[in-house]
């Protein structure tokens, strides 16, 4: 029994690849993804997709509590995030090698809800390469990064979001996703994305509730780090859906809402265009091991 899911997907126009010059990849300075990715305000996504994948029930199961990721939350985020990047901004062969590695991992790890979660009894059977569940984590990382460049940094056109959602296509199918597994275009994910989000299946089980609060939100930053982390927070809460941020119980009102929307306008209106480039963007290439105490946002950047 595979995981449900919401939405009817078709297939669009071929997966789109390119070759960087003497470096191949997957993606060019050109590409919606690159762009969107490489603003560096477009790391809290990552965060926000996390909250979001949590609320999965059957994701939960097979991407956060089976795979080890719980002995040590952040190692495991530094390395989910460092194949993102290496797709993103890294050669083919290193994405093809890494995604190689996953794909690999996924097939072997299967398992059942040991406990109810919303609709799903336990014993519901789980596999981490189940498309269904695959889709949900592609689908959330494309629509969080919308979301934040949108509001943050400047508006997309239909078009180009199309584009953006083109290359997350590429990107699931690194991960197995085929064609007919993903929405064709843009509206397709919106839609699907809708479903979902107004559907029965997702579900925050106290579980997911403890851990996501405490992993995503109350990560082990230096005292100088605490107020940007509050900011940050802030904002990746402000920006969840209204119905994930209840069943998180994460308190918001009217008042944070208009806070939040002044501070994301003064950003995107004031902030951004004067931002020196070194602040504002990152290296057009694949993150290494540097200190960072927040790298374990970078899920999505």
């Known amino acids: 029994m595979r995981a449900e899911t919401a939405g009817t997907c078709t297939s669009a126009t071929p997966l789109r690849f ?4 003497e470096m191949p990849g997957y993606f060019d300075d050109s590409s919606l993804i690159r762009r969107i990715h490489r603003e560096h305000v477009v790391g809290l996504a990552g965060a926000r997709a996390l909250l979001m994948q949590a609320a999965h029930p059957v994701a939960f199961a097979g991407f956060f509590m089976s795979t080890g990721a719980l002995d040590d939350p952040y190692a495991r985020l530094e390395r989910t995030a460092r194949v993102i990047d290496t797709i993103l901004f890294g050669e083919r062969q290193d994405a093809d090698r890494m995604t190689s590695a996953v794909r690999k991992m996924h097939r072997r790890a299967r398992g059942v809800l040991a406990e109810p979660a919303g609709k799903f009894p336990a014993g519901t059977p789980w596999a981490a390469d189940d498309p269904a569940l695959l889709l949900w984590i592609v689908a959330t990382l494309a629509d969080s990064g919308a979301l934040v ?11 180009e979001l199309d584009a953006y959602w083109s290359d997350w296509r590429t990107v699931g199918s690194l991960f197995g996703l085929s064609e007919a597994d993903m929405p064709a275009d843009w509206a397709g994910l919106r839609a699907y994305m809708r479903e979902m989000l107004q ?5 925050v089980s106290p579980k997911a509730r403890e851990l996501g609060v405490e992993i995503v939100l109350r990560p082990p930053v230096p005292r100088s780090a605490r107020p940007l982390l509050e900011v940050a927070n802030f904002i990746i809460v402000g920006l969840l859906p209204g119905r994930l941020r209840r069943q998180y119980r994460l308190w ?8 939040l929307r002044a501070g994301a306008d003064s950003t995107r209106l004031v902030l951004m265009p004067i931002l020196p480039p070194r602040l504002r963007f990152r290296e057009s290439r694949p993150l290494g091991s540097r200190d960072n105490p927040l790298r374990g946002r970078r899920l999505a950047a």
């Open 149 to 159: 460049y949108r509001r943050y940094v400047g508006a997309l056109s239909g078009s």
């Open 252 to 259: 918001w009102d009217p008042v944070r809402t208009v806070m």
């Open 18 to 21: 390119v070759t960087l010059g």
């Open 199 to 203: 559907g029965d299946i997702l579900h």
